[in-house]
DNA sequence: TGTATTCTGTATCGTTCGGTAGGCCACCTT
DNA sequence: AAGGTGGCCTACCGAACGATACAGAATACA
């Protein structure tokens, strides 16, 4: 349930001068976007995430500039990583496919060991202060446009003859991201890899034929 | 997106002794609603609610115990008014007619003017810090026992011979709920009624024939 | 070796958090 | 009218929040 995947790690390999950095940036990320994943972004204080991380608070500060950069950089990683597959499922060859990869792979990631369950673009801050009200529109805006990505695939699909003339594509994309969004929740509330997998099932009996 | 309705406003009109309440407590009640429904229950802070509600910090403590006591108060006065209903759709007289009165009634709450966007059983603290933790895990225990009136409605549907035979009403119940959650996020993120409207269109066409 | 540069760690900033103490006030019963 | 009861209000509590100042330590370059 996330999307786009900015780019990840591109590693400036000059070491410059000064004294280095003794922790893994890369790895504290990672470490970060665990903390917000579980807690959100409001719930995710910097105790939680410096302890986490293994760095102290001015460290956070210089290498990620403050509490929202970190998250939008943690949350570009999981657009890349955990959320990985929605890109994948863009290039599946017809729309039911498209569809079916998308759920499946919702499905893995939502129940991926040693993970928080649930999804970051729809538990990162649904509702919160006002405070968080930006990344609130973020995350927001970030899902949209995921949808919006799946409704030109799906647009294309009919152009291609790949969906029946009855079938509206924006409305496809919308039922389609609903039940990933939907599934984040169930998963939050502890549904099984098997209940969610049942789920598509019965979702996909909705595809127009 | 809420269940069961517990009791509203039983008022003991016995006026005894002491100074009387300067306000009404039922409306003060569902000021407190509207705050946790559009900000959670972490991003509502108690100077949020106690200026939504007209009263000092003092009479909130001494009305209500805590933010927390509060916040469950504010969640049955949800469950038994714009979540009402869920309750409602549980008596239509066919399987089909309670899922379908289910989403339409989602619907419309999700797209009542003057009303936040969403679901406070989904916002209200999908993901928290640790403080918040209990209120979390009260509201998965709310949606399950929702999803679970549903899914018994449908074990009697079915032997009552609504169902076909193949259809499994623990997954049927599961779907119908996942909508209904996905709904809340859409909801959320700005999805008119319309769309919303199109998209329980969609989600029926998987219905077991 | 000296100096500039950059990171680390401690100790703290001002603000806001949820929650209360205590004085004042309004109403009841007697 | 007196006393008791309970709600209102100001002002405040300790703790946690996000964010930093500053001094010391580690490196590169001169």
Redesign the interface.
């Known amino acids: 349930m996330i999307y786009l995947l900015k780019g990840m790690k591109q590693e400036a390999p000059t070491p410059k001068a000064g004294r280095p950095r003794a922790f893994d940036v890369d790895e504290a990320l990672e470490r970060a976007l665990q903390v917000f994943?579980?807690?959100?972004y409001?719930?995710?204080?910097l105790t939680?995430l410096t302890a986490a991380m293994g760095i102290n608070r001015p460290s956070l500060y210089a290498a990620f500039g403050n509490k929202e950069a970190l998250f939008r950089k943690a949350f570009d990683r999981y657009a890349a990583g955990p959320a990985g597959f929605w890109a994948v499922a863009l290039q599946a060859p017809t729309a039911r496919e498209v569809a079916e990869s998308l759920l499946r792979g919702s499905v893995d990631s939502l129940s991926k060991p040693n993970c928080?369950r649930?999804c970051l673009a729809?538990?990162?801050a649904?509702?919160?202060?006002d405070e968080?009200d930006p990344i609130r529109r973020e995350l927001?805006a970030r899902?949209?446009a995921g949808q919006e990505l799946l409704r030109q695939r799906f647009e294309r699909a009919k152009s291609e003859g790949d969906l029946p003339a009855h079938a509206?594509p924006a409305?496809?994309a919308?039922?389609i991201?609903?039940?990933?969004?939907?599934?984040?929740?169930?998963a939050?509330?502890?549904?099984s890899r098997e209940?969610l997998s049942?789920?598509v099932?019965?979702?996909?009996?909705?595809?127009?034929k």
Do not use: F, H, I
């Open positions: 994943w579980r807690k959100g409001e719930g995710a204080s939680d928080p649930g729809v538990q990162g649904l509702s919160c202060g968080a927001n899902r949209a509206d409305d496809l919308r039922y991201a609903t039940l990933a969004q939907g599934m984040a929740v169930q939050a509330g502890g549904a209940e049942r789920l099932d019965v979702a996909l009996m909705a595809w127009p």
